[in-house]
């Protein structure tokens, strides 16, 4: 218990002293490491779902902001979509991450969390389609084995190290 303590104490301190930061000067380098910040707080398991909401609420809406100013930043970009989703908004999720994709290109981290999206909203036709699509693109048998495995599964491959 104390060590959860001491480590919401220093999430909270370190918080609070980038909320000044920011308050002083908004530049986009310090917003994104104020969500970075919280997008890691949301993640850490320490809060109870309440906290985390709010915490994820932040994160999205200063990773929004940010990307006001850096519009091409696709982990930011990924990391909303990713947000988005944990946060239960499944449709808001795939709507954003189809849009970085189609501003970005495939992406592997991108596309995983996309196929996610479309399997958390039932929309197993467009899993099939994108995990055959991400297939397509990858150009060597070592591309193809950072596919997750669920993707492979979609895609109709064997297990990454399985023969056909």
Partial sequence: ATAITNLEGRFSDRSMELEA???????????IEFARHLDRYAFSGLLD????????????ALYRDYLDEEPDD????????????????????????????????PHPSLDNWLLEAHYALGDYAAVRTLARDIVGERTTETDLDVLSASARMWAG?????ERA
């Fill in 157 to 161: 491959l064997p297990a990454a190290g």
């Fill in 49 to 60: 779902a309440d906290r985390t909401g709010r915490v994820r609420a932040r994160a999205i």
């Fill in 21 to 31: 930061r920011i308050a002083r000067d908004a530049s986009p380098r310090h917003v």
């Fill in 74 to 105: 696709l982990f930011a970009r990924i990391a909303v979509g990713r947000l988005l989703l944990r946060t239960g908004n499944e449709q808001g999720a795939r709507d954003w991450l189809l849009a970085a994709r189609a501003r970005h290109g």
